[in-house]
């Protein structure tokens, strides 16, 4: 009964995890760098989305605003500060991103400070209950459900966007060979440009569901960018699709640790699985080869 | 850094110590710098040198620190058996997380670090008898005094920093550089690059844990943050602002990112703001990081007084010789001997010195001009190969001498070449020891900088000088060139090496029908045998190579040169 509320529980956090790293690898396979901002930047759209909400008490443009911040943020990284070292290095593209992500948290420090806001959730209403046999009771908190429903749906949209619009083409040519898709008279700058607003407005989006639960501080998405990364790796970084099946399992099995270990252990349980997965199986769960991108 | 240069720091240590002995807030500044110090040199040992990204090296520093904090409390052992179990505690951690370095490059291993770093971080907070997430407090320290603490840190730091350098400057260094640079190039050479990559990973561990042990027993409280994801961005930052791959970049990040947070302490300005900006700026514009710039700077301006110094005393110095004006200048040279002629030209950052151990040639008289831009000669502003030959010509037009053996070395081979063949009723017989070939010379663009820096650089002078004197053991000749060398117009620094790729004599050699000697050594750096035969192709010439000298046979076996001319000229 437990192991199946564990379950029930897990699937909507591991769908946020899944979003997350959706986002990372999306910017890892097109262009190339392990985006250690993710997170952070995440963070810092959900406090425009609080700035929002706290100016207009409309919750959906909030949403909304974090969601188009989080596409210029991409947009402007990209720009200035990605493309000047693009084919150099990517070890300095790595350290930029490390650096990215410190500035984002002092930024937040300095103009939000660093006590914890609370973020509405998007419904409010009694949790779905299921009973099943005599003592069995499911509970499903409605804002879990639509927070589900909200993930699968973006991550089946973006699917969709990349198999049949001629960006979402231009996107996966870029991914696969950048002079050919180059030569084929694709702008790789722009969609480079895209992608990083497209990955970073997804972390915008986990920021703000996320935030009911975590509150809104400046290192609210610490976790969820690991927990971003170790979906990806689970799933392996190579598939897309791996990476939100990766978060699923993620979700569950971070539930069932904390619920019969200790939620003490959670994050560390987790974490051993990265370094035992890269140890032993860099490619992912559901990754086809290992292309070994540096 | 070698035995000398670790004493100056330990002096300088002190002293800096000494100076602030009173001012305890301070020295535990300053202990605090020198264990982040520690930490950054090792990692800079498994990033910098071997190349492998880490994010999560605060983890180290935080088993070493736990381990001797909780020996030193439960079991009350001393310092050095605590020390001991951290580095083996520290070591293994760094052989667990390097295993899945074997298979991983760049971002994984990031990503691998970075977990790695959390986890543990989160482990210490989750056990309860390390004081969770409070920490452990009142750890003994290991003195009193700060100031002692100090100078227990400062050794360690010293000695450390010379083991670093003397693991760095070893075979196994090289091979991390190796691996860094091309995996492939090193599995070429038969290194396995996983077992490289392990070996750094355990050796900068083990660097991490002795600091997280020496930070413990500095501080007296230890909690699971202070080892956290934030440390460890530090420290990384710490080596990209100081330094990737250099020794000194672990000190001076860890003075800018330790140091500064005292200087804004006053502000609100949170510090990963201004490290996180400091970062991405140099990882954008100096990725080389302050220690390269340091050492350029120093390179460029710090010699330059004394540089200076040396030349204006080395200029006024008198020299036995005479003075010649042709067009106008005065060209110094030296005579000795009686009889036929023969005119010896020095080459490019020369003097009439390198010739003074041969000046003195039985049955003939030697001529040894300083060129014009040269030594104790005027200055021209025409800087060409055949202006300086025009200026030999006016010369020997002067003295009467109406045929001479020409004897030129390296540049001055260019110059006789130039002398002899547009002018080869002068030149009964040419000399050429190690000279520029006959269709010129090209310095490649990247040396430039370097041949300027040499104007101010007393020591890399020296050093360049001894590099193409290899079998030279005569420290006191050495020494004069290289103040004479320094006498040498400013522009000249380049402008000679420029003048040198701008000629080209191949069809000119065909009008001189006189002998050729074309003396080589075969460990020259700058003139190649091809170069040799290249330029004999169209002369009467020989070439005779000799396998134990290099550019300069002149000053590294003057008698046997000696030897080789007379046979020559007496032919």
């Excluded at chain 1, 914890?116 to 499903?140: A, H, K, Y």
């Excluded at chain 1, 699709?241 to 978060?247: C, D, E, F, P, V």
């Excluded at chain 2, 006789?416 to 070939?437: E, G, I, N």
Aim: proline letters at 3%; hydrophobic letters at 50%; one cysteine or more.
């Amino acid at each position: 009964m437990l192991i199946l509320q564990s379950i029930i529980l897990g699937i909507p956090q591991g769908a946020l995890y899944g979003l997350m790293a959706f986002g990372i690898s999306l910017i890892f396979r097109t262009v190339g760098v392990m985006n250690f901002s993710h997170g952070n930047a995440g963070m810092f759209s959900a406090f425009i989305a609080l700035t929002v909400f706290l100016l207009t008490q409309n919750l959906l443009l909030a949403i909304l605003c974090a969601v188009i911040f989080g596409i210029l943020l991409g947009f402007l990284i990209e720009k200035f500060l990605m493309r000047p070292v693009k084919h150099l290095s990517h070890g300095g593209m790595l350290i930029i991103t490390l650096g990215i992500l410190m500035i984002l948290e002092g930024l937040a420090q300095i103009i939000w400070g660093v006590n914890p806001f609370s973020f509405n959730e998007l419904v409010s209403g009694p949790p779905l209950m299921f009973t099943l046999g005599e003592d069995g009771l499911l509970i499903l908190p409605l804002n879990d459900l639509l927070i589900t429903v909200i993930s699968l749906g973006i991550t089946i949209l973006l699917a969709v966007f990349l198999k049949v619009t001629k960006v979402g083409i231009a996107i996966r040519a870029r991914s696969q060979d950048e002079v050919g898709s180059k030569v084929v008279g694709i702008n790789t700058n722009m969609i480079d440009g895209l992608v990083w607003g497209i990955g970073i407005s997804l972390s915008a989006l986990v920021g703000v569901l996320i935030a009911p639960k975590t509150t809104v501080t400046p290192t609210m998405m610490m976790n969820m960018q690991l927990y971003g990364f170790t979906a990806g790796v689970l799933g392996g970084f190579t598939s897309l699709y791996g990476s939100i099946l990766g978060g699923i399992i993620l979700g569950i099995l971070e539930k069932i640790v904390g619920i019969y270990i200790s939620p003490d252990y959670q994050l560390t349980i987790i974490l051993l699985i990265i370094i035992l997965m890269l140890a032993f199986k860099p490619s992912g769960l559901f990754a086809k080869k290992f292309e070994g991108r540096v | 850094m070698n035995m000398k240069k670790a004493l100056i720091v330990l002096i300088i240590g002190v002293l800096l110590g000494v100076l602030f002995i009173n001012k305890s807030f301070l020295l535990m500044i300053f202990s605090l710098v020198l264990i982040y110090a520690i930490a950054a040199t090792g990692l800079n040992i498994v990033s910098g040198f071997t190349g492998q990204v880490s994010i999560g090296h605060g983890a180290f520093m935080a088993v070493g620190a736990y381990t001797t904090a909780a020996m030193a409390m439960d079991f009350g052992t001393p310092f050095y058996i605590n020390i001991l179990a951290a580095i083996v505690l520290a070591a293994f951690l760094g052989f667990l997380i390097g295993l899945p370095a074997l298979r991983l490059k760049g971002f994984y291993l990031a990503i691998a670090t970075m977990a790695f770093g959390v986890a543990v971080e989160q482990l210490f907070a989750a056990i309860e008898h390390f004081g969770g997430h409070i920490g452990m407090r009142n750890i003994p320290r290991f003195f009193e005094s700060d100031f002692y603490i100090y100078l227990l840190n400062l050794v360690f730091f010293v000695v450390l920093t010379y083991v670093a350098s003397l693991i760095l400057h070893s075979p196994v260094g090289e091979k991390y550089k190796m691996v860094r640079d091309s995996e492939v190039a090193a599995r070429a050479y038969g290194i396995k690059p996983s077992r490289i990559k392990l070996n750094a990973f355990i050796v900068s561990a083990i660097y991490g844990g002795i600091a997280g042990a020496l930070y413990s027993h500095t501080v007296g409280y230890i909690s699971p943050p202070d080892f956290g994801m934030n440390t460890s961005l530090n420290l990384l930052s710490m080596i990209v602002i100081g330094g990737m791959a250099s020794l000194e970049g672990g000190m001076i990040g860890s003075i800018i990112i330790t140091g500064l947070p005292f200087l804004f302490s006053r502000g609100n300005i949170p510090m990963t703001l201004i490290f996180g900006a400091l970062l991405i700026v140099f990882v954008l514009f100096f990725p080389q990081g302050i220690a390269y710039g340091l050492k350029l700077l120093s390179m460029k301006y710090l010699g330059r007084p004394w540089a200076l110094l040396v030349r204006k005393s080395w200029s006024r110095r008198a020299e036995d010789g005479k003075y010649v004006t042709v067009n106008g200048k005065k060209i110094f040279y030296r005579q000795q001997g009686n009889g036929p002629a023969i005119v010896m030209i020095h080459g490019n950052f020369g003097s009439h010195r390198w010739y003074e151990k041969v000046s003195s040639i039985e049955g003939y008289t030697t001529y040894i001009p300083d060129l014009v831009n040269f030594g104790k000669s005027d200055r021209i502003d025409n800087v060409s190969i055949d202006t300086y030959a025009d200026f030999v010509k006016g010369f020997m037009d002067q003295l009467k001498i109406e045929k001479a053996v020409v004897v030129g070395h390296s540049l001055g081979g260019a110059v006789s070449m130039s002398l002899a063949f547009r002018y080869p009723q002068l030149v009964s017989k040419l000399v050429l020891v190690d000279s520029a070939p006959v269709n010129g010379l090209v310095t490649p663009e990247e040396n430039f900088p370097v041949l300027e820096m040499m104007k101010g650089n007393v020591s890399l002078l020296r050093n360049s000088l001894k590099g193409i004197m290899p079998a030279c053991e005569d420290q006191k000749i050495l020494s004069e060139v290289v103040k004479d060398a320094l006498l040498m117009k400013d522009e000249c620094f380049s402008e000679n090496a420029r003048a040198l790729s701008r000629y080209d004599y191949t069809e000119l050699a065909e009008r001189y029908k006189n002998p050729v000697l074309f003396i080589l050594g075969k460990k020259d750096m700058l003139i190649t045998h091809d170069m040799a035969e290249n330029t004999l192709k169209n002369l009467n010439g020989r070439l005779e190579v000799l396998d134990h000298v290099g550019h300069s046979v002149i000053l590294e076996d003057s008698q046997l040169f000696k030897k080789l001319l007379i046979n020559f000229v007496n032919l």
